[in-house]
């Protein structure tokens, strides 16, 4: 009764270190640590833990509180040099049987997977037929789907123009594993599936193994976890081209991959899209460098500098411009560079490139050729040397890694180099050659596809501005690598093109002295002239003119008249007062340019405003109160 049997950890792997699934390994070593363990039995100690760390430290905990471990070949005293040593010994003889039977199951994977017959569950699409060979899914509904996935890409150039291609329209799913294994499935289709179907290389025909592998990380926590990375095609162990029949060659599968690469906005592409700013993607500003954004602003496009809106990148020259002046400048030159006469001095330029890209490929390979026979070199010296002569083989040591490095870098440098931007090929110059202004000013010709006609000739574009001027500089690289710079006035904002002219401006400050605002509009009106946005003058827009230039208001007829305010507080009475009598006709008053009560007062008018407050019982002066008043 005193024998209790841990078997909560059954089916569940003790290789890795993290032990939070393990309840029945986290319960042993907690009453192990409270000295309620007197033994721990066992066929196997190594079986307690498959990590080395985890059972190391179970035993010390067990040397800690005297608890003995007990198997098949004896009783251990962890207190006992001996016996310590013997189980750590039987612990890494562990470790090594489960490295070698990994290795020897992955072994039999990888000799499988090369020879094209290892099985795993397939993408939609292919099934196993009764030899074990890949064929295409007879049913034609799911090969419909899928061919059309890849023609609507094709079309539209996206992974979101797939999807909405295929709105309404259902897709084929086949499920993996579980009860329903093997079983079709329908439903919507959504981007991230279509990006997986465009990025597996079985749908070109290819078998692939090891594309993907599990890594253990470190979470911050300190829990040890395994996260399923992509390798590149360069690292994949497997790659049998035109092993089963495809759906799309393999050209076609790296084409649609370049695509897809080049709409990824999160690594920084720019790909053409459907708005009217013909240089979007392609367009830099000159001051700091940053690509520009497009904006649209009472339905026209301009080319913003993103790095105005961040104050540690802007300049004094990132400013916005209009897109239509830049578009018809770059559209002009293309055109003209485009002409028949010019195929020729294009196509020599194209030469001229790839020449001089041969020559530097060629020192780069022989720069690597050397780095690589440095560091052969290098190694066999550190191999020759005697290990326990550690004053030699340290700098032997630092000689080679140096090599290496140096053959890194220059393994860098030519990759680099030997993948350019592509080029359009002599038929593609030839081509757009013919018919262009026709082809570019068809209905039928879309924006997008005049901004790929437009980068398929011309690299970027490049508009630097002054800080305070009003010239702008269109700087365009060509795919030739010839560069030419135009200057060109900036077009007028439209505070400018909606401003009322000086002259007119001038007019009415010379009429306001005896003209009221709206008189000044009928004479505006009268000579023939219009605001800013070309409307009638009438009194709002006369007032607006001389609020906004501090034109002064006429005073010839306002110095004879006071205002409310005035005539209270040269009378003693309150505001009320004057109200009342102008409301009910007892003082004229008129309305001035400003909307505000202008009163003629007059020493007449004074008098007898003063006679109707005598007379009146209601009206107190400011000498007056209801008590005195009273008791007069």
């Not at 907690?30 to 066992?42: P, S």
């Not at 990380?217 to 994949?236: F, N, Q």
């Not at 034109?551 to 005539?567: A, E």
Request: hydrophobic share 35%.
């Amino acid at each position: 009764e005193r024998v209790v049997v841990i078997d909560g950890d059954l089916g569940i792997s003790g290789r890795f270190s993290d032990t939070q699934a393990r309840e029945g390994y986290k319960r042993l070593v907690a009453r192990v640590c409270l000295g309620e363990v007197g033994a721990i039995f066992g066929l196997e100690v190594a079986r307690l833990a498959r990590s080395s760390a985890e059972l190391q430290r179970l035993l010390e905990f067990c040397a800690l509180t005297d608890t003995l471990v007990i198997d098949t070949d004896g009783i251990y005293d962890l207190q006992e040099f001996n016996d310590r040593l013997l189980l750590g010994l039987k612990a890494q003889m562990s470790e090594a049987e489960l490295h070698i039977i990994t290795a020897r199951l992955q072994g039999a994977k990888r000799a499988a997977a090369e020879r094209g017959e290892l099985r795993f569950p397939l993408a939609v699409g292919y099934l196993y037929d009764e030899q074990g060979d890949w064929i295409i899914d007879p049913d034609e509904e799911v090969r419909a789907a899928i061919a059309d996935l890849f023609c609507a890409f094709g079309q539209t150039g996206s992974a979101y123009g797939v999807v909405g291609a295929f709105t309404g329209r259902r897709f084929p799913k086949r499920v993996w594993g579980g009860a329903w294994g093997g079983e079709l499935r329908w439903g919507a289709l959504m981007h991230t599936r279509v990006v997986r179907i465009l990025q597996n290389p079985c749908y070109a025909g290819a078998y692939v193994f090891g594309r993907y592998r599990s890594r253990r990380i470190v979470r911050p926590d300190g829990t040890i976890t395994t996260k399923t990375v992509e390798l590149p095609r360069s690292e994949w162990p497997v790659l049998i081209q035109d092993h089963h029949p495809g759906y799309v060659s393999w050209e076609t599968y790296l084409a649609n991959e370049q695509r897809l690469a080049k709409n990824n906005t999160r690594a920084g592409q720019r790909p053409p899209r459907e708005g009217s700013a013909l240089c979007q993607g392609i367009v830099r500003c000159g001051s700091c460098g940053q690509s520009m954004s497009v904006r649209y602003r009472s339905g026209s496009a301009h080319y913003d500098c993103s790095a105005s809106r961040v104050n540690h990148l802007r300049t004094p020259a990132c400013r916005s411009v209009k897109a239509s002046v830049v578009d018809e400048l770059v559209v002009s030159r293309l055109l003209q560079a485009l002409a028949p006469e010019q195929i020729a001095l294009a196509l020599a330029a194209a030469d001229e490139v790839q020449a001089r890209r041969a020559r530097s490929s060629r020192a780069l390979e022989l720069r690597v050729e050397r780095a690589r026979y440095d560091a052969a070199r290098a190694e066999r010296a550190f191999h020759q040397c005697d290990p326990d002569n550690r004053l030699v083989a340290r700098s032997l040591e630092t000689r080679w890694e140096q090599t290496l490095r140096e053959l890194k870098d220059a393994l860098a440098e030519l990759a680099e180099h030997t993948t350019p931007a592509p080029e359009p090929s002599r038929e593609q110059i030839e081509a757009l050659a013919r018919d262009l202004p026709k082809l570019w000013a068809a209905k039928t010709t879309s924006e997008k596809d005049r901004k790929r006609l437009l980068r398929a000739v011309i690299a970027d574009v490049t508009i630097t501005s002054q800080p305070a001027g009003s010239e702008l500089q269109i700087g365009i690289r060509w795919r030739s690598g010839a560069a030419e710079q135009h200057p060109m006035p900036r077009p007028p904002s439209y505070n400018d093109t909606t401003r009322t002219p000086p002259e007119t401006i001038e007019l009415i400050a010379g009429l306001v002295a005896e003209h009221t605002n709206s008189e000044i509009a009928a004479e505006l009106n009268a000579a023939g002239l219009r605001t800013g946005r070309g409307l009638p003058f009438n009194a709002h827009a006369v007032r607006h003119i001389r609020r906004t230039h501090r034109i002064p208001t006429m005073t010839s007829r306002d110095d004879r008249d006071l205002t409310v305010n005035q005539v209270a507080e040269h009378l003693g009475v309150s505001r009320d007062a004057i109200y009342y009598w102008v409301r009910h006709g007892q003082l004229n008053a008129r309305r001035n340019d400003t909307n505000r009560l202008r009163i003629p007062f007059d020493p007449e008018v004074a008098q007898e405003c003063r006679k109707r407050i005598a007379n009146s019982s209601r009206i107190c002066t400011q000498t007056q109160t209801p008590a005195t008043r009273g008791a007069v």
